[in-house]
């Protein structure tokens, strides 16, 4: 069985580009853009600057400006030239696709509230309910079947592809659209009418396990993320367990990744990158929590920024990484508007670890190996965390 969250914003690809952003648990496989917001990349001497293109950046926008010189489509110009390049993450959006993006990098999506997962035999079954959703109103429930969409049948479908129905992808369709449903509730079957609505996501969420420790979960780094996380530490009683849940963590915003550091950092490098060979460092900012047990969870599905993290806390001996090897994914991706409008999401550059290893296709060795699932990789952590508090117990003076 494989879940899959309906909630989350997917990416189109468009005639075969190779990146797709993602967030946790959307997509099978794929990574997360390393993406530096905007406003940080002009306004931070650490920040890649994207005033002009450079290197494949400006080959694309060469072959997007004789396409539309010659009255043919910028963007596909453009795609073909990505692809030649080899660069396994680059994409090209349209206007409209990259407004998208930068939108579920705020947190938002459009969608009707729907989580699912695929079953064995191939059926899609409702797993969550988002409250307050346009599917909560219309009374849809976990357990439910979900049998087509808009009278296309998703039995043996990825959930991709049902998340792209839901959506309305294929017809842009906005936030009032109505999607129709094909249900099944035991031996009931009936259609549901759904108007899809603006929704934000849930990116961090704060729980307590029996035993006190607090399990941190970040599913993706979105702006506003990394406060989220500082403010999530500061709630969890001085001295209390830490276990950051970084499973399915398909990344996001790196600033977002570094300031969620600062939380258990007092200041220091968290990761270097260069952008078109030009070195630069990303700093915490002082007076984190760097005393607090700490456990950092991770699976194959924690990439790009989870992985910066995951290396930050790992390599300045601040937490335990528990779970299995990370995704691999070290690479840093930038835009550049492209005639006619479009943008070309490139790879600038490469990050590394505060002590210098190289992320990009090796991912991050856990220092305790086990199986990432529920509640085997949480019993792990908790046995880690009660170490860690023993061996702090018995430096105390």
């Known amino acids: 069985m494989s879940g899959r969250d309906l909630f989350c914003p997917p990416r189109r690809l468009r005639h075969g580009a190779a990146l797709t952003l993602v967030f946790a648990g959307v997509l099978a496989a794929g990574a997360a853009t390393g993406t530096l917001p905007e406003s940080d990349r002009n306004a931070s001497p650490d920040a890649a600057r994207s005033a002009a293109p450079a290197g494949g950046a400006r080959e694309v926008a060469r072959a997007a400006a004789e396409a539309m010189a010659d009255g043919k489509s910028p963007e596909e110009a453009a795609e073909r030239a990505v692809s030649r390049s080899g660069d396994r993450w680059g994409a090209v959006y349209s206007r409209g696709e990259y407004e ?3 939108e579920s990098l705020d947190g938002r999506y459009t969608g009707v509230g729907l989580s699912a997962r695929r079953e064995r035999d191939g059926s899609i079954e409702v797993s969550k309910v988002r409250s307050g959703s346009p599917a909560a109103d219309a009374g849809i429930r976990a357990g439910d079947r979900l049998r087509s969409v808009d009278g296309e049948e998703v039995d043996g479908r990825p959930v991709t592809e049902v998340v792209s129905l839901l959506r309305g992808d294929a017809t842009d369709a906005p936030a ?7 249900l099944e509730r035991g031996t009931r079957a009936w259609s549901e009418t759904v108007r899809r609505a603006s929704l934000s996501t849930q990116p961090v969420t ?3 396990l029996p035993g006190g420790t607090a399990v941190v979960r970040i599913t993706s780094f979105t702006k506003g993320v990394g406060e989220q996380v500082r403010a999530a ?8 367990g830490i276990v950051l849940d970084l499973r399915g963590n398909s990344g996001g915003l790196v600033t977002e990744a570094v300031t969620a550091a600062s939380a258990f950092l007092d200041g220091g490098l968290v990761a270097t990158y260069d952008v078109d060979g030009d070195q630069r460092a990303l700093h915490a900012r002082g007076g984190g929590d760097s005393g607090r047990p700490l456990v950092a969870l991770v699976d194959g599905g924690t990439m790009s920024a989870a992985e910066l993290l995951t290396g930050a806390l790992q390599d300045r001996g601040r937490a335990v990484v528990v779970g299995s090897r990370t995704f691999g994914k070290g690479s840093v991706q930038m835009p550049s ?8 999401e490139l790879t600038v550059g490469h990050y ?6 190289g992320v990009d296709g ?3 060795t856990p220092d305790l190996e086990t199986d990432p699932a529920l509640p085997t990789a949480l019993d792990a952590a908790e046995s880690v965390l009660e ?9 105390d003076p």
């Open 100 to 102: 998208e993006l930068e």
């Open 176 to 182: 009032g659209t109505t999607v129709r449903l094909g």
């Open 206 to 208: 704060v729980r307590r």
């Open 233 to 240: 530490a500061r709630e969890v009683p001085s001295g209390r």
């Open 337 to 344: 508007r492209l005639p006619g409008g479009s943008v070309a």
């Open 352 to 357: 590394r670890t505060p002590s210098g290893r």
């Open 362 to 364: 090796t991912g991050i």
């Open 387 to 395: 170490g860690l508090g023993d061996q702090d117990a018995s430096q």
